[in-house]
């Protein structure tokens, strides 16, 4: 499969658990980008990465959540201590290079269900 | 804050008829335009992508850009029921950061 995989494709957790979503770029892409879709909403940028370095958080909260691409495996999001206001739809994407001019693609999406 | 302007719609175009959607940009400077269809429950799929003024066909849909007036639109001609979905613009940003419009749905009516 030579698309963005992304797992698990739901998650439910109890409120004050913790959620990581996973992700694995497409073949020969080096750049992971995770936007969050809240129910009826657009699609919000939360953070862009590279292998072992992230380039850009500006869109992550600024507690619960944090973002790392290893030099080997999947890039990780991870939620601690999950809200309701969390539950959301949480896409992966990734494109070759990072700068404009190169299209990013996107995994089906992790959606999460706090309860 | 460099934003992404969509009227969110509904639009409803009849079937076989041409829809055209409309996006506006903030940064005068950004080089790339993307748009994405999306499916209720779906993850965005590509549609085309525009980098010069002016058109670019690909089958049934055409994308336009007018960097002066900050502008970026979709046609699709002859609109299928399966054309009906939300339509994401995006622009990517000097900042190296995709930006998406919040979208526009789109209904076919048969």
């Known amino acids: 499969n030579a698309g963005v995989m992304q797992n698990p494709r739901h998650l439910v957790r109890r409120r004050g658990q913790e959620a990581r979503l996973r992700c694995s770029p497409m073949k020969g892409h080096s750049h992971v980008y995770w936007y969050r879709q809240l129910p009826e909403e657009g699609l919000k940028f939360m953070v862009y990465?590279?292998?072992?370095?992230?380039?850009?958080e500006s869109g992550m909260p600024k507690e619960r959540f944090s973002a790392e691409f290893p030099k080997e495996g999947p890039s990780i999001l991870r939620i601690q201590q999950v809200v309701r206001g969390d539950s959301a739809a949480y896409f992966c994407?990734?494109?070759?290079?990072?700068?404009?001019?190169?299209?990013?693609?996107f995994g089906e999406g992790s959606w999460l269900t706090v309860v | 804050q460099k934003e992404v302007e969509q009227n969110s719609g509904p639009l409803s175009v009849p079937e076989g008829a041409i829809a055209s959607l409309n996006c506006t940009y903030s940064?005068?400077?950004?080089?790339?335009f993307f748009w994405y269809r999306q499916y209720s429950g779906k993850s965005p799929e590509l549609i085309m992508f525009?980098?010069?003024?002016g058109d670019k066909e690909d089958g049934r849909f055409t994308a336009q850009l007018n960097k002066a007036s900050q502008y970026v639109s979709l046609l699709i001609r002859d609109s299928q029921p399966s054309d009906s979905a939300t339509y994401l613009c995006?622009?990517?940003?000097?900042?190296?950061?995709?930006?998406f419009g919040t979208g526009t749905r789109l209904t076919i009516i048969p």
């Open positions: 940064d005068r400077g950004s080089q790339s």
């Open positions: 995006a622009v990517f940003f000097g900042n190296e950061k995709l930006t």
């Open positions: 990465l590279q292998k072992e370095n992230i380039i850009d």
């Open positions: 994407a990734s494109s070759p290079q990072g700068r404009g001019g190169n299209t990013i693609y």
């Open positions: 525009i980098y010069s003024n």
